[in-house]
DNA sequence: TTCCATAATTGTAATGAATACAGAATTAAT
DNA sequence: ATTAATTCTGTATTCATTACAATTATGGAA
């Protein structure tokens, strides 16, 4: 809780019921969860809460560079509470995004072929390892 | 032309004239083209036909492994004629996404960390060759 | 504490990509 | 030519996200 709060201040962003809230969803649902999925967790606690106001929260957690947005699923964008870069799979099954721990040596590149390199992201697409010991292979 | 035919045949999929224009698009545009910019190129030549078959004969294209759509951008898919498995560059000045030739060692491997791989996703945020030279670098 | 300016939150409307669906047109088979 | 199957088209719908304006909360000055 207060560490939410120093986390928030370190990157001058107002430590509001709502912000901590969804700053604590993030640190405790660790399958990159979309807006939607934070916004159930959130009216558990906070009935009243407005879904543009996750939507506002997350943007600007994602401008002042708190949070991580992802860009795998085509329909709608994932989260994530880790910002130094790192690789993902997302699972066919489960649709769960799991962090994958690759060291990809194109990663702390700065220039590739003369383009500027300010942002790197991996992903791979396949079924987890929880899925594959449940037998849960296919839909 | 003969030979977008012969690509549309060996996937199984009529080569109606909708399909061989649409194939032909994707073969000449190689910065990823989104559904849009691909209809309005359409629409020059082809003033009849619907969005939705724009969305359709893509969705079979990919569903047949002819072509792969990219999931870079948050907003739309764009799509990519080239199927075998390469990284991008997507431009945050001219949006456009560059291939980029990336010897990645994780790109083969079928397994990691015990999941199951199916497909490898890799790309790089930026800025493009062409705008650094432009000084096209801040908007 | 009270007042005020600013920032945050909320609800509703609007946007835009993508899909659902049903009828029309085209193509292939008989 | 007739029929059946496939493809194409236009419209309606869904759903994630943003725009916007009104309301509420917050923090500091008096
Ligand atoms: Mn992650
Ligand atoms: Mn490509
Ligand atoms: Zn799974
Ligand atoms: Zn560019």
Redesign the interface.
């Known amino acids: 809780m207060e560490r939410l709060i120093e986390r928030l201040n370190e990157k001058h962003i107002q430590p509001s019921h709502q912000r901590i809230k969804i700053l604590e969803i993030l640190e405790n649902n660790c399958d990159h969860p979309n807006v939607n999925t934070i916004y159930e967790l959130l009216c558990k606690e906070m009935p009243t809460i407005s879904r543009t106001t996750v939507y506002n929260t997350l943007n600007t957690f994602v401008e002042k560079g708190l949070v991580s947005?992802l860009?795998?699923?085509?329909e709608e964008?994932r989260y994530d509470y880790v910002t130094i870069p790192h690789?993902h799979?997302l699972?066919?099954m489960c649709g769960r995004i799991?962090n994958?721990?690759?060291q990809?040596s194109?990663a702390v590149k700065k220039e590739?072929?003369?383009?500027?390199?300010?942002?790197?992201?991996?992903?791979?697409?396949?079924?987890?390892?929880e899925c594959?010991i449940k037998g849960n292979t296919e839909k």
């Not at 500027?116 to 992903?123: A, C, F, M, R, T």
């Open positions: 947005a860009t795998i699923t085509p964008l690789h799979l699972c066919r799991i994958v721990e690759v990809c194109f590739i072929e003369g383009h500027k390199i300010e942002d790197v992201q991996g992903y791979f697409k396949g079924i987890c390892k594959l």
